[in-house]
């Protein structure tokens, strides 16, 4: 599936939580030509599903060059040690916050809240967290960092969900790809479930600071497209 002018694809991949239902989240490829980053690389053992939904959008994992993790939760980047181990040239980027994590220097957070979690089903849910096999990051991202690609695309922090959670803003074609700072629903951007947020007040307050940013589409990996001003949804 791609966006306008193909400056940004976005991937389908399916899971199944087990309950006979096929629920879809959405990894995006941005590329410029010359460059191609992907941004979050689905479950582990996702590698086969991706490379197959790349291939569909013309643009195959081979021809990467960079994978963006948004943060640490297993959805995200649970393929991201198969991408490396069979890409080698591809470089990983994290936020500075998140990067320690995904490489295994620190505990998962998302593990520590379960810890004081009594939810049926957590413990299947702990199990898929903790088998997770870490992937070293080669390059940090703090908030404002900006790339070259696509005329311009800029790292911007939304912690809250995660406290190292970023989203990718696509300047020139006023995109930005969400991670789980946002969800779509019905085709509108809606905040993600505090539920899951390690700070509920911290993602409100990210996803409010968003109206600073000429954004026409939001591409959120739980839901897709988005075209509204989330503000707008939420007041």
Same mark, same amino acid.
């Given at each position: 599936?791609?966006?306008?002018?193909?400056?940004?694809?976005?991937?389908? +991949? &399916?899971?199944?939580?087990?309950?006979?239902?096929?629920?879809?989240?959405?990894?995006?490829?941005?590329?410029?030509?010359?460059?191609?980053?992907?941004?979050?690389?689905?479950?582990?053992? =996702?590698?086969?599903?991706?490379?197959?939904?790349?291939?569909?959008?013309?643009?195959?994992?081979? =021809?990467?060059?960079?994978?963006?993790?948004?943060?640490?939760?297993?959805?995200?980047?649970?393929?991201? +040690?198969?991408?490396?181990?069979?890409?080698?040239?591809?470089?990983?980027?994290?936020?500075?916050?998140?990067?320690?994590?995904?490489?295994? &220097?620190?505990?998962?957070?998302? +593990?520590? =809240?379960?810890?004081?979690?009594?939810?049926?089903?957590?413990?299947?849910?702990?199990?898929?967290?903790?088998?997770?096999?870490?992937?070293?990051?080669?390059? &940090?991202?703090?908030?404002?960092?900006?790339?070259?690609?696509?005329?311009?695309?800029?790292?911007?922090?939304?912690?809250?969900?995660?406290?190292?959670?970023?989203?990718?803003?696509?300047? =020139?074609?006023?995109?930005?790809?969400?991670?789980? *700072?946002?969800?779509?629903?019905?085709?509108?951007?809606?905040?993600?479930?505090?539920?899951?947020?390690?700070?509920?007040?911290?993602?409100?307050?990210?996803?409010?600071?968003?109206?600073?940013?000429?954004?026409?589409?939001?591409?959120?990996?739980?839901?897709?497209? *988005?075209? *509204?001003?989330? +503000?707008?949804?939420?007041?």
């Amino acid at each position: 599936m791609g966006y306008g002018d193909k400056s940004a694809e976005i991937l389908i +991949l &399916t899971v199944n939580y087990g309950d006979g239902k096929n629920r879809p989240i959405h990894p995006v490829i941005i590329s410029d030509g010359r460059e191609r980053v992907l941004i979050d690389c689905g479950y582990p053992g =996702q590698l086969a599903d991706l490379e197959s939904a790349a291939e569909l959008s013309g643009v195959p994992l081979s =021809q990467l060059t960079a994978v963006i993790i948004t943060h640490h939760d297993h959805d995200h980047y649970g393929s991201l +040690l198969d991408i490396r181990e069979k890409y080698p040239s591809v470089e990983v980027m994290a936020s500075e916050l998140d990067a320690p994590y995904i490489d295994g &220097t620190r505990r998962s957070l998302r +593990l520590e =809240q379960t810890d004081i979690m009594d939810i049926d089903g957590m413990d299947e849910f702990r199990r898929a967290v903790a088998a997770v096999k870490p992937a070293p990051v080669d390059i &940090t991202l703090r908030g404002g960092d900006v790339f070259p690609w696509c005329g311009g695309t800029e790292i911007i922090p939304t912690p809250g969900h995660m406290p190292g959670h970023i989203s990718v803003y696509v300047r =020139q074609r006023k995109v930005l790809i969400t991670g789980d *700072a946002l969800i779509a629903i019905g085709g509108r951007p809606r905040i993600s479930n505090p539920h899951y947020a390690i700070d509920a007040l911290l993602a409100k307050s990210s996803v409010e600071k968003l109206a600073e940013y000429d954004i026409d589409t939001f591409i959120c990996y739980h839901g897709g497209l *988005a075209r *509204a001003n989330p +503000l707008h949804s939420r007041r």
